[in-house]
């Protein structure tokens, strides 16, 4: 099926009409970054799982074995925004499972925040990019919409952009993360902050006052703070 003729398989998903018809095949979508995939497509993020297993949208599908979505709380106040799965995420399904996703709990687990209750995980790209290279521009907008609705039904108080391409594929911004990261953004009526990368924070183990790690520290009592006060 050429991408023309799959311009229109989302038309059946109104926003307020969820019902999937019973000879719906969701292997033959999305194939074609050219698909919208309407805001209101998906009613959870549990009907994502098929898509994304079968989506061709970029060519990081060809490499998968699994598509990572998401972990943690649907309804979490945090949702964190990684950059792509790594060999361990693509193996389990899961993102953040492997070395940076141990350092990611510790820094939650200082401010006592659980992964499985108090946020919701997720990346740019749902594919593993060969060799864990930086996923493109164009694999990033390719998986944007499944984000965008991730977003969309977590609806968190709080973003946490976890490295630059997070930032970028999210927001567009194009700044550095050691410019922008412990600031807090808005867009889209979202609360977000830029954090450091857990792989950035492997790479550079120095505590010593004004290091990333001791800096990344410094963003997740901030980011406790604020959520204290959002709840007060
Ligand atoms: N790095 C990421 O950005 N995401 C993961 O899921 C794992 C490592």
Same mark, same amino acid.
């Given at each position: ?19 999937? /018809?019973?000879?719906?095949? %969701?292997?033959?979508?999305? @194939?074609? #970054?050219?698909? +919208? ?92 990019? /060969?060799?864990?290279?930086? %996923?493109?521009?164009?694999? @990033?907008? #390719?998986?944007? +919409? ?87």
């Amino acid at each position: 099926m050429v991408p023309e003729e799959q311009i229109n398989l989302f038309d059946f998903m109104q926003p307020s009409q969820h019902e999937t /018809p019973a000879d719906f095949d %969701p292997s033959l979508i999305p @194939t074609s #970054a050219q698909i +919208p995939i309407p805001p209101g497509t998906y009613a959870s993020i549990a009907e994502m799982v098929p898509h994304c297993n079968t989506c061709q949208r970029c060519e990081l599908g060809q490499f998968r074995t699994h598509a990572v979505i998401g972990r943690g709380n649907p309804k979490a106040d945090i949702a964190i925004v990684g950059e792509g799965p790594g060999q361990s995420e693509d193996e389990q399904g899961l993102p953040f499972v492997g070395k940076s996703g141990q350092l990611l709990e510790k820094i939650l687990q200082s401010v006592r925040l659980s992964s499985e209750n108090d946020v919701y995980i997720c990346n740019v790209v749902k594919c593993r990019p /060969p060799g864990n290279r930086t %996923p493109t521009p164009q694999e @990033t907008e #390719a998986c944007k +919409p499944y984000l965008l609705e991730q977003i969309r039904l977590v609806n968190p108080k709080i973003i946490l952009l976890a490295g630059a391409t997070a930032v970028r594929g999210l927001t567009g911004d194009k700044r550095g993360i050691t410019k922008i990261r412990g600031q807090w953004l808005e867009w889209q009526g979202y609360l977000c902050m830029p954090i450091f990368h857990p792989a950035y924070l492997l790479r550079n183990p120095s505590r010593e006052p004004n290091s990333p790690k001791w800096l990344m520290w410094k963003d997740i009592q901030a980011i406790r703070a604020k959520l204290a006060e959002l709840a007060s």
